[in-house]
C-alpha cells in the first residue's frame, strides 16, 4: 500500500488557511499556492538518492554530497495543477514539464481526458503529477493510468488538500504510487467538493467562474 504523507510544517498550515479563506483574491491565491508548491516539494524530494563527487573548496579537496542523477518530470492536471508547477520549479529547475487535460464530467462525475503532452523519456523520469484537489480521486486515478499506459515507472502525487474518499480510492486503484498532501479534510459533500475545502481551485486561480 502506498504511503500517505500529510506536511505538518507551520508555513504549509499558515498558507492553507489563507487559501481557504473565500476573501483571499485570485492574485494572492496563486502566490500562496506557489509557496505552498515550493515548501512540498522540499519534502517529496526528501528520498531521492545522493552520491559523492569530488570538489575543491577555497580551503582543500574534499567528496561533497550530491542528487544522484534524477531525471524529475512535473505532470499537472489541467488547469488546476497548473498552479503548482512554478513551486516546485523553485526547487527543481531542471525537472521537464508535461502535461495532462482532465475534465469531470457534472452528470457522471467521471474524468474525462481532453489532452496529454509528456516528456519523450517518461519511463526514465521520476514523475511528480500535480493537482490541487484530491477530491473522489477520479481524475488523479485517469492519470496515473494514462502515464503508466505510456510507459511511466515512477509516479508521486502531490495535492494540497485531500478528502479520505480520495485517498482511499487512490491508493485501492495504485497502491505503487506515494501521496503528498497539505491537509486532510472532513469529506465529501454530495457536489463531490472537499469539505471544508477552499471551493474550486481552478476558478480561484485564474478567476473565473
Do not use: W
Not at 487559501?19 to 515550493?38: A, H, P
Not at 545522493?50 to 561533497?64: A, C, D, G, H, K
Not at 457522471?108 to 511528480?128: A, F, G, N
Amino acid at each position: 500500500m502506498s504511503k500517505v504523507v500529510v506536511m505538518d510544517h507551520p508555513l504549509i498550515k499558515h498558507k492553507i488557511t489563507m487559501i481557504r479563506d473565500k476573501n483571499t483574491g485570485s492574485k494572492d491565491f496563486r502566490e500562496l499556492v506557489t509557496e505552498i508548491s515550493t515548501l512540498m516539494a522540499y519534502e517529496v524530494t526528501r528520498d531521492f538518492p545522493l552520491t559523492e563527487v569530488e570538489i575543491e573548496t577555497p580551503i582543500t579537496r574534499m567528496m561533497s554530497p550530491v542528487i544522484a542523477g534524477k531525471k524529475v518530470g512535473l505532470v499537472p492536471i489541467l488547469r488546476a495543477g497548473l498552479g503548482m508547477v512554478d513551486g516546485m520549479l523553485n526547487l527543481i529547475p531542471a525537472a521537464k514539464v508535461g502535461h495532462i487535460g482532465l475534465y469531470r464530467d457534472p452528470e457522471t462525475l467521471k474524468p474525462v481526458e481532453y489532452y496529454c503532452k509528456l516528456p519523450m523519456d517518461v519511463s526514465e523520469r521520476d514523475l511528480i503529477l500535480l493537482d490541487p484537489m484530491l477530491a473522489t480521486g477520479g481524475s488523479a486515478i485517469a492519470a496515473i493510468e494514462f502515464l503508466k499506459r505510456s510507459g511511466a515507472q515512477s509516479i508521486k502525487l502531490v495535492c494540497l488538500i485531500a478528502a479520505p474518499e480520495g485517498i482511499k480510492a487512490v491508493q485501492n486503484a495504485a497502491p505503487d504510487v506515494d501521496i503528498y498532501l497539505g491537509a486532510i479534510d472532513e469529506k465529501l459533500n454530495d457536489h463531490a467538493y472537499i469539505v471544508p475545502g477552499l471551493g474550486d481551485a481552478g476558478d480561484r486561480l485564474f478567476g473565473t467562474k
